[in-house]
């Protein structure tokens, strides 16, 4: 079986969970493909859960997890690594091994077992290493960076396996406000230019309705709406899935929405008014 060039991403009535506790409860979606979306929600609402069966990590209770139309958890390994990438929550890699290295293991899913290392491995992990402003780490082991360095050596192992999709879980994680800019840059850039699939989840919710084309939001493992950030985030779902008192402007640059909390005094004023 071979997957398409750009493989659509969904799940259909998907439930997930650990143990006995489900997370997930029958979630049905279809993300756009060659454009970003963004699921956000509050701390412990599925978006990490949904994002691990949709990565083939973890296979659902009942449902589906959709790549190409098929069940992932049913796809050859080596076949969904050549088209998904991923770069979970908390990645962890071998002791001493040194940057480079670690972005050669993104070229293993075009290589086959007998294959040499090629000009086009070397051009793959050089441009990811340069997307990523990460060159000068290039000889340094993992173990001695810096939390903020570590997460941008993960995005560029990403990066060096040129998926069709890619699913990122909180990348902005350790990083300061400058190279979350940055990273959220690069991938909107990934996004127009080679027409990459990018499926992240997000905290910030200014900044998922900032650089998203598609925003899924829920509470309580279910989906509460899906759709252009315009048509999702209003006060009123602000209200419903964070449990925040907001108002919701036009960001004065992009004109996105942009989420301004009250403070629990403001809030009485604004109640009492």
């Known amino acids: 079986m071979t997957l398409t060039h750009d493989p659509r991403i969904g799940a259909e009535r998907v439930t997930l969970g650990y143990g006995p506790r489900t997370v997930v409860d029958d979630v049905t979606l279809t993300l756009p493909t060659a454009a970003t979306t963004a699921i956000v929600g509050a701390n412990g609402c599925g978006k990490s859960t949904l994002l691990r069966g949709l990565a083939r990590l973890l296979p659902p209770r009942s449902g589906t997890c959709l790549l190409d139309g098929h069940a992932v958890h049913r796809l050859p390994t080596r076949e969904v690594a050549r088209v998904l990438g991923l770069l979970p929550q908390a990645p962890t890699a071998p002791d001493g091994i040194t940057v480079v290295d670690l ?18 491995d070397d051009a793959a992990v050089a ?8 060159v000068d780490l290039a000889t340094r082991t993992v173990d001695e960076l810096s939390g903020g360095q570590r997460q941008r050596v993960w995005v560029a192992m990403a ?27 690069l991938l909107a850039t990934l996004q127009q230019t080679r027409g990459t699939t990018v499926v992240m989840v997000l ?11 598609h925003l899924v939001a829920l509470r309580d493992g279910r989906v509460v709406a899906a759709g252009p950030p315009g048509e999702v985030v209003t006060e009123e779902l602000v209200r419903e ?32 008014c």
């Open 159 to 185: 990066l060096a396996q040129q998926p069709a999709v890619l699913l990122l879980d909180e990348p902005t994680t350790y990083l300061d406000v400058a190279h979350q800019v940055e990273l959220l840059d």
């Open 241 to 272: 899935v964070f449990g925040l008192v907001a108002r919701v402007v036009p960001d004065p640059v992009t004109g996105t929405p942009w989420v301004i909390p009250l403070s629990r005094r403001r809030q009485g004023a604004v109640t009492a």
């Open 203 to 213: 905290h910030d919710l200014n900044l998922a309705a900032r650089y998203a084309d």
């Open 103 to 120: 972005l050669g293991r993104g070229r293993q899913p075009h290589r086959g077992r007998l294959s040499r290392w090629s000009a086009g």
């Open 127 to 134: 441009e990811a290493l340069e997307l990523t402003g990460t």
